[in-house]
């Protein structure tokens, strides 16, 4: 009989007697990033800290029905960051409302936000001008591919 135990990005396995264990940790990893488990854990979790709803496991399951309907249709993940923080983000980087953020600002302000897949190079980074435009759609995209936990 074996004990699993899930930390947020490792998971250990104990078992007692039980020649393999390395090949079994191996597959319980692979099953879990296959399925993005780690990933929405952390996003449910990050979403419970955020709300702090009065009725947790309804929250849950409701934050679940969205992430459903959302694999089906394509329209919404549960996610922190919503259109309107978005534009908050930017205009802190755009204090004096140019118009436009640098490339590294807008690499450093994507990573922030946990977007780790995102066009290095978007229109505008040739005379390093990102505008917001550019900004949104990046952003978008890349948290739609981290909130949604499964491949999209």
């Known amino acids: 009989m074996g004990l699993y135990c899930i930390h947020y990005h490792k998971i250990c396995i104990k078992m007692s007697g039980e020649p393999n264990i390395n090949q079994r940790e191996v597959d319980t ?24 709803p009065e009725e947790p496991r309804e929250f849950l399951i409701e934050q679940l ?4 309907v959302a694999q089906q249709s394509g329209m919404y993940y549960p996610c922190l960051f ?20 640098s490339k590294d600002q807008y690499c450093e302000a994507l990573k922030t936000i946990g977007v780790k897949d995102f066009e290095l190079l ?15 759609r990046e952003a978008k995209k890349g948290l739609a591919k981290y909130s949604a936990t499964f491949k999209v």
């Not at 990893?29 to 955020?50: A, K, V």
């Not at 029905?65 to 459903?68: F, S, V």
């Not at 919503?82 to 953020?101: V, Y």
């Open 65 to 68: 029905e969205k992430l459903k």
């Open 29 to 52: 990893n692979t099953y879990l990033q296959r399925h993005r488990i780690l990933d929405l854990f952390n996003n449910m979790t990050s979403l419970l800290i955020y709300n702090k």
């Open 122 to 136: 978007p229109t505008g980074a040739e005379i390093d001008k990102i505008t917001i435009d550019t900004f949104l």
């Open 82 to 101: 919503d259109e309107s923080n978005l534009h908050a983000i930017f205009g802190m980087l755009d204090p004096t409302k140019r118009g436009f953020i």
